[in-house]
């Protein structure tokens, strides 16, 4: 017998929720599906024709700079100091070798097919400026599993140190927390904060929002998984037995148990096919002979019309002059670049801080699909690397590429040690999960932004000394892992408000002059922001040109 098409969709949005039936309804069109959009340079077509900009770093800020400027017109040159775009965004491949500061090299021997995002590795559905670039360059995307209730949590000091699955952790604390406030309403303790009608759905919500009994008691239930898994004839399943609330209090569990509600880590998150790279591989295509590979900048200087730029084009000095500059560099490096920024710029180049965040990748059996019903997502331990990160790609092959470690080294124990001691912690981390897997990864490969050519950091911490509110980013004391808060700076930060403010003819471009540090969506719309400010700037010119021709004598 048919179903009605009302019917259909009530049953989809029975089975997934309200953004099921949301995409069903587009894919069938009753509803116009929302493109990724970018934000648009307010600027006349051609209005860069005769203007010469200089684009500092082939990363995401300089290429959206030098796409958008191209389209306006400007005669745009992309110096970039490596032999591929996309700066910190970085993915390793086998036969790819990382080349530290101090020359100590790596070379990647995973299988073909098989890679790591070393650098950014999702893309979250709020960010539509970096998501409208890759419709619009024909980047393919795939959903990244960043979450998923399989994953496990694991704390020395709790449960004997034996690891917690999330699904487990996550609703027995809600089961408790509910019970707890159950109590609270009856007795009245509330009476004061809601009416009685307020308080009757107070207790019809907490039944339901805790799996709670009629009689108001926690005693588990399907949300929190099974001991054993229900299957055919009389095998109905055994429910896990519920932690208590001391053991989940003793845990400290929840940075990991709502990592995914930051607001920036929120699903639906999404990779490109292939790679994080195809980004900028695919502004490099787009860009084509504008971008000059293997030019690291030597001299940054302001001239009477404009600015000048030496640099090292396979180690041969070549200098190259231009009416604007969009500096899109790493702070880190214009430390050591001589340069004529202002005083105050200067000073938030040398005063600033860095974090160091580091990766540590592992090619293995996919122990975690085949073994524990694992499918991408994040999982957490209080000590040690962590978080440890499944891939989202290649589910159901054979081997994928498995990070164990994950957060800013700058200032830990970890950071001191030599890459083969990190490749044993970072093991460690894994076996204290799932014991047993740590002697099946391989092939190991580590990262450190710290130590990275061209890098020299990862992403801006502080602007100065002193503003000890960072807007940086904050790591969270009980995993470790790296957080991208992505709110707006509230406090004065002399700093930031020296960056964004062109220097003359140099513009500052980076996700360190953005609300969104660390993200590429930072960096794009700072990009965006750099080509209004040239055009605004050249557009300024030609005005004050046409007056000056007009008033002059005849």
């Known amino acids: 017998m048919g179903i009605t098409r009302r019917d259909f969709l009530s049953r989809v949005g029975q089975a997934g929720g309200y953004s099921a039936a949301f995409l069903t309804m587009q894919g069938m069109g009753l509803m116009e599906a929302q493109p990724a959009r970018t934000q648009a340079v307010e600027a006349a077509a051609g209005s860069g024709k005769g ?34 775009p996309g700066g910190r965004n970085y993915s390793v491949r086998g036969g790819d070798k990382v080349v530290f500061l101090d020359g100590t090299t790596q070379t990647c021997s995973w299988e073909t097919g098989h890679y790591q995002n070393f650098g950014p590795a999702r893309l979250p559905s709020i960010h539509p400026t970096i998501l409208g670039y890759c419709k619009k360059l024909g980047v393919e995307l795939q959903v990244e599993v960043n979450m998923t209730n399989s994953a496990f949590l694991q704390n020395d000091a709790a449960n004997n140190g034996k690891p917690v699955i999330m699904r487990q952790a996550v609703n027995d604390t809600r089961g408790h927390v509910s019970e707890l406030l159950m109590k609270s309403v009856k007795q009245g303790a509330l009476d004061q904060e809601m009416a009685a009608e307020d308080r009757d759905r107070m207790l019809s919500f907490l039944r339901t929002y805790g799996s709670l009994d009629e009689a108001g008691k926690y ?36 940075q990991g148990m709502l990592f995914d509600q930051q607001f920036d880590m929120q699903a639906t998150m999404f990779q490109p096919v292939g790679g994080m790279d195809r980004i900028p591989y695919a502004f490099a295509k787009a860009l084509g002979s504008s971008v000059k590979y293997n030019a690291p900048v030597t001299e940054i200087r302001k001239t009477a019309k404009g600015v000048k730029i ?71 331990v209080n000590t040690g690397c962590s978080p440890i990160w499944f891939p989202s790609a290649g589910m159901f092959s054979h081997k994928g590429v498995v990070v164990s470690g994950y957060t800013d080294e700058s200032s830990s124990p970890f950071g001191k040690l030599p890459v083969m001691a990190k490749f044993d912690e970072s093991r460690k981390s894994i076996e204290r999960l799932h014991p047993g897997r740590g002697h099946e990864l391989e092939k190991p490969m580590y990262v450190g932004w710290g130590k990275m050519p061209y890098n020299e950091g990862s992403w801006i911490r502080s602007y100065v000394p002193n503003e000890q509110r960072a807007p940086g980013v904050a790591v969270a004391p009980q995993t470790g892992q790296a957080q991208h808060p992505t709110q707006a700076r509230t406090e004065t930060n002399t700093g930031y408000e020296t960056l964004i403010q062109p220097d003359g003819r140099f513009i500052v471009a980076g996700d360190h002059v953005s609300h969104i540090v660390a993200w590429q969506e930072g960096a794009a719309l700072s990009g965006l922001r750099a080509v209004q400010q040239v055009a605004d700037q050249a557009k300024a010119a030609k005005l004050a040109q046409a007056g000056a021709a007009t008033n002059a004598p005849a």
């Open 51 to 84: 203007i010469k900009v200089v684009v500092l770093g082939g990363g995401i800020a300089g290429l959206v700079s030098a796409y958008e400027l191209c389209a306006l017109g400007y005669d745009t040159t992309v110096l970039e100091a490596r032999e591929r």
């Open 219 to 254: 005693n588990g239930g399907d949300r929190a998984g099974y001991a054993k898994l229900a299957g055919a004839g009389d095998e109905s399943g055994v429910l896990s037995q519920p932690l208590d609330m001391h053991t989940l209090l003793d845990c400290s569990f929840w």
């Open 310 to 380: 030496g640099y090292k084009q396979d180690g041969a000095p070549r200098m190259i002059e231009a009416d604007y500059c969009i500096c899109a560099l790493p702070l880190t490096i214009l430390r050591s670049v001589p340069n004529d920024f202002g005083a105050p710029y200067q000073k938030v180049f040398h005063e600033c801080t860095y974090a160091n965040a580091y990766k540590v990748a592992w090619e293995s059996r996919r122990f975690w699909e085949q073994d524990y019903n694992i499918y991408g997502g994040l999982e957490f």
